[in-house]
T-cell receptor
Framework: LAKTTQPISMDSYEGQEVNITCSHN???????ITWYQQFPSQGPRFIIQGYKTKVTNEVASLFIPADRKSSTLSLPRVSLSDTAVYYCLVLPRGSTGFQKLVFGTGTRLLVSP | DAGVIQSPRHEVTEMGQEVTLRCKPISGHNSLFWYRQTMMRGLELLIYFNNNVPIDDSGMPEDRFSAKMPNASFSTLKIQPSEPRDSAVYFC???????????????FGDGTRLSIL
């Protein structure tokens, strides 16, 4: 599995856009980039997944440059409730479909009023 | 929709006692995962099942830990005997795995906070 590196923590204010970058220099051709979010006292929650260029859903956007050695999770106009730990994972496309998730330390985002 | 349901939410017991954690996956999901989270080690995968069969238990710390999945709607993680270093939050997750798929999202329960005194 490709190793990922992301900032340990970030601070932001309500209403701002937050961009969390993850480095994955050893990403393989068949690897996908996946982000999970974990609120205090809850289990992680899947946010978004992508392979290249840009993916957007109702929660976030994921930007992946052409070389795919990094990716950026973008949270538009954050609120206090976006305070959480965000995990970047690189997952290989598998023939069996179920994936062994390896979580790193994540990025602890603190949103202040 | 009911998500992954874990019980109990909190468990406090004395060292040496048997502890049983329970999980009900999302109906229709065919893969189930047990994780453990601590401040020191983060979130670690202990074991996962596919179609009720254990596929990889390499993350199970030692023989004191065992997991079963007698049917598609129920799984247990048992620690016997328990030790203070087993104190952690234990999460269960489930997903619907398909062939030639990439990382189907895993849906996590809210965890069991276990304290061994």
């Amino acid at each position: 599995l490709a190793k990922t590196t992301q900032p340990i923590s970030m601070d932001s204010y309500e209403g701002q856009e937050v961009n969390i970058t993850c480095s994955h220099n050893n990403i393989a051709t068949n690897d996908y980039i996946t982000w999970y979010q974990q609120f205090p006292s809850q289990g992680p929650r899947f946010i978004i997944q992508g392979y290249k260029t840009k993916v957007t859903n109702e929660v976030a956007s994921l930007f992946i440059p052409a070389d795919r050695k990094s990716s950026t999770l973008s949270l538009p106009r954050v609120s206090l409730s976006d305070t959480a730990v965000y995990y970047c994972l690189v997952l290989p496309r598998g023939s069996t479909g179920f994936q062994k998730l390896v979580f790193g330390t994540g990025t602890r985002l603190l949103v202040s009023p | 929709d009911a998500g992954v349901i874990q019980s109990p939410r909190h468990e406090v017991t004395e060292m040496g006692q048997e502890v049983t954690l329970r999980c009900k996956p999302i109906s229709g999901h065919n893969s189930l995962f047990w994780y453990r989270q601590t401040m020191m080690r983060g979130l670690e995968l202990l074991i996962y099942f596919n179609n009720n069969v254990p596929i990889d238990d390499s993350g199970m710390p030692e023989d004191r830990f065992s997991a079963k999945m007698p049917n598609a709607s129920f799984s247990t993680l048992k620690i016997q005997p328990s030790e203070p270093r087993d104190s952690a939050v234990y999460f269960c997750a489930s997903s619907l795995a398909r062939r030639v798929a990439v990382g189907p999202p895993q849906h996590f329960g809210d965890g069991t906070r276990l304290s061994i005194l």
